[in-house]
């Protein structure tokens, strides 16, 4: 059977959930609608837009076989959201009834967008990110001062994660604060949110800004963090998330804190991060992962070897079935 990715876009979705798992199985990437051509298969995610959803009804209509894959809830959009508002969600459950299967990266989203075909198939990473090794930091790459001791730090946009740092808060602060130039706040997103950055975590010094990186250079600049914080405000949308931004932080040995979601309770029972439940879980988790670096360092260990089980290379056949077979009842999720 003949099969067809196409990837309209170049973000981390498509990236991950198209580009990669093309990429290990040898299927055909292409940009623009004319070249699906006559493909048997064709895979694609996110079909929002009432055009593009109205395409996976014609290819369904030509006998052909149709996976659309969801990795965010689009119907459970916080206000404060940069896509809120943008789009209606009628023409994306359009897609997803008429698709012949429907790739979801949590079981909240196969709940939401399954329609009796969904599949689960958890975010993982290439398997090269395990080789990334941490890079000295340097006036270059660190900014304009000497690269701090400590950094502490998170990456994302509070355009797209508008009330999420709020979670950790002044716990940020109250841990790093007292140890002065011993440890900092680091931030890889844009500039323009560092400010607010500094006010939300309660910092009494600037948040050093990374800027954004590329997603193929992205690995390596997060290997020179020695903490990663991944806060998630408890609410539909967020319980839909995948585990990707810790994993992606596992995967080069950075150890990970992150709120108590459905995936991230999966994945501390699978070593892959530490809980925070609340204000003082913030505090306590960062406190020791701060001041013991022996303990640290073991925490980094154990969150590459739970990456080591979660690359796409190895999980390759979960997408081959996905993409390929006609009987996905073995392949469904139940959580």
């Not at 196969?110 to 009796?116: D, E, K, Q, S």
């Not at 994302?156 to 740092?165: A, F, I, K, Q, T």
């Not at 950055?197 to 600037?206: S, V």
């Not at 998630?232 to 150890?255: Q, R």
């Given at each position: 059977?003949?099969?067809?990715?196409?990837?309209?876009?170049?973000?981390?979705?498509?990236?991950?959930?198209?580009?990669?798992?093309?990429?290990?199985?040898?299927?055909?990437?292409?940009?623009?609608?004319?070249?699906?051509?006559?493909?048997?298969?064709?895979?694609?995610?996110r079909p929002i837009e009432p055009g593009l959803a109205e395409q996976v009804r014609l290819w369904r209509a030509e006998g052909r076989r149709v996976v659309v894959d969801m990795d965010d809830d689009f119907?459970?959009?916080?206000?404060?959201?940069?896509?809120?508002?943008?789009?209606?969600?009628?023409?994306?459950?359009?897609?997803?009834?008429?698709?012949?299967?429907?790739?979801?990266?949590?079981?909240?989203?196969?709940?939401?967008?399954?329609?009796?075909?969904?599949?689960?198939?958890?975010?993982?990473?290439?398997?090269?990110?395990?080789?990334?090794?941490?890079?000295?930091?340097?006036?270059?790459?660190?900014?304009?001062?000497?690269?701090?001791?400590?950094?502490?730090?998170?990456?994302?946009?509070?355009?797209?994660?508008?009330?999420?740092?709020?979670?950790?808060?002044?716990?940020?602060?109250?841990?790093?604060?007292?140890?002065?130039?011993?440890?900092?706040?680091?931030?890889?997103?844009?500039?323009?949110?560092?400010?607010?950055?500094?006010?939300?975590?309660?910092?009494?010094?600037?948040?050093?800004?990374?800027?954004?990186?590329?997603?193929?250079?992205?690995?390596?600049?997060?290997?020179?963090?020695?903490?990663?914080?991944?806060?998630?405000?408890?609410?539909?949308?967020?319980?839909?998330?995948?585990?990707?931004?810790?994993?992606?932080?596992?995967?080069?040995?950075?150890?990970?804190?992150?709120?108590?979601?459905?995936?991230?309770?999966?994945?501390?029972?699978?070593?892959?991060?530490?809980?925070?439940?609340?204000?003082?879980?913030?505090?306590?988790?960062?406190?020791?992962?701060?001041?013991?670096?022996?303990?640290?360092?073991?925490?980094?260990?154990?969150?590459?070897?739970?990456?080591?089980?979660?690359?796409?290379?190895?999980?390759?056949?979960?997408?081959?079935?996905?993409?390929?077979?006609?009987?996905?009842?073995?392949?469904?999720?139940?959580?």
């Open positions: 059977m003949s099969a067809v990715v196409y990837a309209r876009h170049d973000d981390g979705s498509a990236f991950y959930r198209l580009r990669e798992p093309a990429r290990v199985l040898g299927v055909e990437v292409v940009e623009h609608l004319p070249h699906v051509g006559s493909a048997e298969t064709v895979v694609l995610n119907d459970a959009v916080v206000p404060e959201h940069h896509i809120h508002g943008l789009y209606t969600t009628e023409h994306l459950h359009a897609a997803c009834k008429a698709a012949s299967v429907v790739t979801c990266s949590t079981p909240a989203l196969v709940r939401r967008y399954g329609y009796g075909h969904g599949v689960l198939i958890r975010n993982r990473i290439p398997e090269s990110y395990l080789s990334v090794e941490r890079r000295s930091r340097t006036l270059t790459n660190a900014g304009h001062s000497a690269p701090g001791g400590t950094w502490v730090g998170w990456y994302g946009s509070l355009g797209s994660h508008p009330r999420d740092p709020a979670v950790a808060g002044r716990a940020v602060g109250e841990v790093l604060n007292p140890l002065g130039g011993d440890a900092e706040f680091v931030f890889v997103g844009p500039e323009k949110d560092g400010p607010r950055l500094r006010e939300i975590f309660g910092l009494c010094r600037d948040v050093r800004t990374l800027g954004f990186y590329a997603l193929n250079a992205l690995p390596q600049v997060l290997s020179e963090l020695d903490i990663g914080i991944v806060p998630l405000e408890l609410n539909p949308f967020n319980e839909a998330k995948s585990w990707l931004k810790g994993l992606e932080l596992a995967a080069v040995g950075v150890p990970v804190i992150a709120s108590p979601t459905s995936e991230y309770r999966r994945a501390e029972v699978e070593g892959g991060c530490w809980l925070a439940p609340g204000p003082l879980g913030w505090r306590n988790q960062l406190d020791k992962l701060v001041s013991k670096p022996e303990w640290r360092a073991e925490q980094a260990e154990r969150g590459r070897e739970w990456a080591a089980t979660q690359t796409i290379e190895q999980h390759a056949d979960e997408w081959r079935t996905a993409w390929y077979s006609h009987d996905h009842a073995t392949a469904r999720a139940t959580g």
